[in-house]
């Protein structure tokens, strides 16, 4: 807020809300506020007006679709094409090929969404004000980011591998079929072999009957007979098709994906069962359960996370310390 130029005077809160939780205050759970859809034009030129000057204090360059184009064709280095908007934006239409990455999780998670370091990270918006700010802290952190001219009407013509027929997608030199949910159906009453690769904790939520879970590494290493049938499920289809990668590399030869969610499969008839010990803690490798138990009541989840956080910092060495460029 600073750095955009907002005049009134900005404080952060000592360790945030754990801070005040831990301090026996109230927080406030469950909140759906959002911003509005339309917002007033003058606003957004003022924002936008800000933007700017954010975007050139600390570099942030535009970049032309043509340019992108390029760069997605680059088998040298890694671009990934970030929008930063929110999720019904982002499933209302994006680019082909693009990520939804909201802007601040992007800046706070960003491993979640780019798993290689160097990378160069194409934002857009449809205002031009989210994409420059959001890119501004980026390259403070040490990263390639820059804004996409045009954003959401930029003409982008690279292929990726998130514009696959519906019919099937490809691994390497197989070809995937693709089941629709009453296919999917179909198939688990034959009797193939459901294996779902969402979050641990999403499949304890909900999951279709009988289902096996796993996560991508571990795919491979399931008791799975050779002649049977598979289909993996989600509902991040570039995780399936890596998953689906890894077991015919293990020998499977019988692979299908269905890309979906609960509800979905639900609506196709498909019977859905919630089981909270399932997968058990001991398997749920992709999921800290001090980081999630601070927002459940545990105090001592709270103390350790904030412990966690705050040392972060002396395991960074100069190298890497190196690497941020916040300004003088």
């Known amino acids: 807020m600073i750095n955009l130029g907002i005049p009134n005077p900005v404080f952060a809160l000592e360790n945030g809300t754990q801070g005040w939780y831990l301090a026996d205050l109230q927080l406030e759970h469950g909140a759906d506020r959002r911003y509005p859809d339309t917002l007033d034009p003058d606003q957004v030129r003022v924002q936008r007006e800000r933007a700017e000057r954010l975007a050139h204090r600390f570099g942030v360059p535009k970049v032309s679709s043509k340019q992108v184009d390029v760069w997605l064709a680059d088998t040298t280095r890694t671009t990934v094409l970030c929008d930063v908007r929110t999720p019904e934006e982002f499933r209302a239409g994006s680019l082909a090929g693009a990520q939804h990455t909201p802007g601040g999780q992007l800046i706070q998670a ?14 857009f918006d449809t205002d031009e004000t989210r994409a420059p700010a959001v890119a501004s802290w980026l390259r403070q952190m040490g990263w390639d980011a820059c804004v996409l001219e ?6 982008i013509r690279t292929p990726s591998l998130e514009k696959q027929p519906v019919a099937s ?5 197989a070809v995937l079929p693709t089941l629709q949910p009453d296919a999917l159906t179909a198939a688990r009453a034959a009797g193939a072999v459901v294996i779902d690769v969402r979050p641990s904790m999403a499949f304890r939520a909900a999951h279709i009957a009988g289902a096996v879970w796993s996560i991508r590494p571990r795919v491979a290493q399931l008791a799975i007979a050779a002649a049977d049938r598979i289909v993996l499920v989600g509902d991040d289809g570039a995780v399936v098709r890596l998953a689906a990668q890894e077991l015919i590399e293990s020998g ?9 969610a609960p ?13 909270g010990d399932t997968p058990p803690d ?3 490798i992709d999921f800290l359960f001090f980081v999630h138990d601070r927002h459940s009541g545990n105090k001592a989840a709270a103390r350790q996370y904030l412990a966690w956080e705050t040392d972060l910092v002396h395991q960074i060495d100069a190298q890497e310390r190196a690497g941020f460029r916040f300004p003088q």
């Open 263 to 275: 509800d979905v499969w639900q609506a196709a008839g498909l019977p859905i069962a919630a089981d």
């Open 150 to 155: 045009g954003g959401l009407q930029a003409d």
């Open 169 to 173: 997608s490809s691994v390497g030199d």
């Open 252 to 260: 499977q030869c019988n692979v299908s994906i269905s890309i979906g």
């Open 110 to 123: 960003t491993d979640q969404y780019v798993g290689v370091r160097g990378a160069r990270l194409v934002l």
């Open 282 to 284: 001991a398997e749920c």
